[in-house]
């Protein structure tokens, strides 16, 4: 007689298992909400959608903001929905010349993340005259640079009212978008590189004395930038910005799109990176550096 094989307790056929969806929901949840938690506690991406802040920074790069050096504040969650809070925690503020994140408060753009520079500090008095800054009575130092040459391609045109006339071919046969450089110093003794393109209403901005718990920032991008300088309801930042609406300070490049991928065509998400942007730094020089 053939010996019968014993069943062991729990032997069953994994077709016979039932899938504990509680347990997968759980999983999910707990993953969205770490996730979450990063972006708004500890770092997130971002994506660089105008001409603000050339020539560092042009349209299709993609950066890393950190969230934690200036404290947290009510624009730290990734989605923009709680009212305005006074103060941050573990609050500081940032040094000039930092390249921040910063949410308005009001006017078309208001709950919108926008990146600009760092200009001016509680107390400072600023004014804008022919282009040049004026902080504390003494116009920041400038030098004239060579010119950027940014590849044309198509997230950089250079087809706006203000760079029409600027394409050049270069001595590789490509074309590019020549832009005439400032490099501007603070007081600190840090540096960037502005874009001065033309004499335009934002060349001029009457002086005022930043108040206390607050920031007055700047694109570098000096005639093609809604900062400070603008009004909330020309989706500029009207005025000197509370340090509770930053949300972050920019640290590098991770990596930049030309504008001709398509979602549906993995191959064009390669062919469509620019090279020599990823890793690109975001703070500014020191002169001791140099």
Same mark, same amino acid.
């Given at each position: 007689? &053939?010996?019968?094989?014993?069943?062991?307790?729990?032997?069953?056929?994994?077709?016979?298992?039932?899938?504990?969806?509680?347990?997968?929901?759980?999983?999910?949840?707990?993953?969205?909400?770490?996730?979450?938690?990063?972006?708004?506690?500890?770092?997130?991406?971002?994506?660089?959608?105008?001409?603000?802040? =050339?020539?560092?920074?042009?349209?299709?790069?993609?950066?890393?903001?950190?969230?934690?050096?200036?404290?947290?504040?009510?624009?730290?969650?990734?989605?923009?929905?709680?009212?305005?809070?006074?103060?941050?925690?573990?609050?500081?503020?940032? *040094?000039?010349?930092? +390249?921040?994140?910063?949410?308005?408060?009001?006017?078309?753009?208001?709950?919108?993340?926008?990146?600009?520079?760092?200009?001016?500090?509680?107390?400072?008095?600023?004014?804008?005259?022919?282009? &040049?800054?004026?902080?504390?009575?003494?116009?920041? !130092?400038?030098?004239?640079?060579?010119?950027? =040459?940014?590849?044309?391609?198509?997230?950089?045109?250079?087809?706006?009212?203000?760079?029409?006339?600027?394409?050049?071919?270069?001595?590789?046969?490509?074309?590019?978008?020549?832009?005439?450089?400032? !490099? *501007?110093?603070?007081?600190?003794?840090?540096?960037?590189?502005?874009?001065?393109?033309? +004499?335009?209403?934002?060349?001029?901005?009457?002086?005022?004395?930043?108040?206390?718990?607050?920031?007055?920032?700047?694109?570098?991008?000096?005639?093609?930038?809604?900062?400070?300088?603008?009004?909330?309801?020309? &989706?500029?930042?009207?005025?000197?910005?509370?340090?509770?609406?930053?949300?972050?300070?920019?640290?590098? +490049?991770?990596?930049?799109?030309?504008?001709?991928?398509?979602?549906?065509?993995? +191959?064009?998400?390669?062919?469509? =990176?620019?090279?020599?942007?990823?890793?690109?730094?975001?703070?500014?020089?020191?002169?001791?550096?140099?």
């Amino acid at each position: 007689m &053939a010996a019968q094989e014993e069943a062991v307790p729990g032997d069953a056929d994994d077709g016979d298992k039932k899938t504990d969806w509680w347990g997968e929901i759980k999983g999910i949840f707990w993953l969205v909400v770490a996730v979450l938690a990063f972006h708004s506690l500890v770092a997130k991406p971002f994506y660089i959608p105008s001409e603000s802040m =050339m020539p560092g920074l042009i349209e299709g790069d993609r950066l890393v903001v950190t969230k934690y050096p200036y404290g947290w504040s009510y624009v730290s969650p990734s989605f923009h929905v709680l009212p305005f809070i006074e103060g941050r925690l573990f609050g500081r503020y940032p *040094e000039r010349g930092d +390249i921040v994140i910063v949410v308005p408060r009001g006017g078309p753009n208001a709950g919108t993340d926008y990146i600009k520079r760092v200009i001016g500090l509680p107390g400072d008095t600023i004014e804008v005259r022919e282009g &040049a800054v004026i902080l504390n009575g003494e116009p920041l !130092r400038r030098e004239l640079r060579e010119p950027a =040459m940014i590849p044309v391609d198509a997230n950089m045109p250079c087809n706006e009212d203000l760079l029409i006339g600027r394409r050049t071919t270069g001595e590789d046969g490509r074309e590019y978008c020549r832009l005439p450089i400032y !490099r *501007e110093y603070t007081p600190e003794g840090r540096y960037y590189d502005t874009v001065d393109l033309a +004499i335009t209403g934002a060349d001029f901005y009457d002086e005022i004395t930043i108040p206390e718990g607050h920031v007055f920032l700047m694109g570098d991008n000096r005639d093609q930038s809604a900062d400070s300088r603008a009004s909330l309801e020309s &989706a500029g930042l009207g005025g000197p910005v509370p340090v509770e609406s930053i949300g972050g300070r920019a640290e590098f +490049i991770t990596f930049s799109l030309d504008g001709t991928s398509a979602w549906y065509n993995p +191959i064009s998400w390669f062919t469509a =990176m620019r090279s020599g942007r990823a890793g690109s730094g975001l703070h500014p020089g020191r002169i001791e550096d140099e």
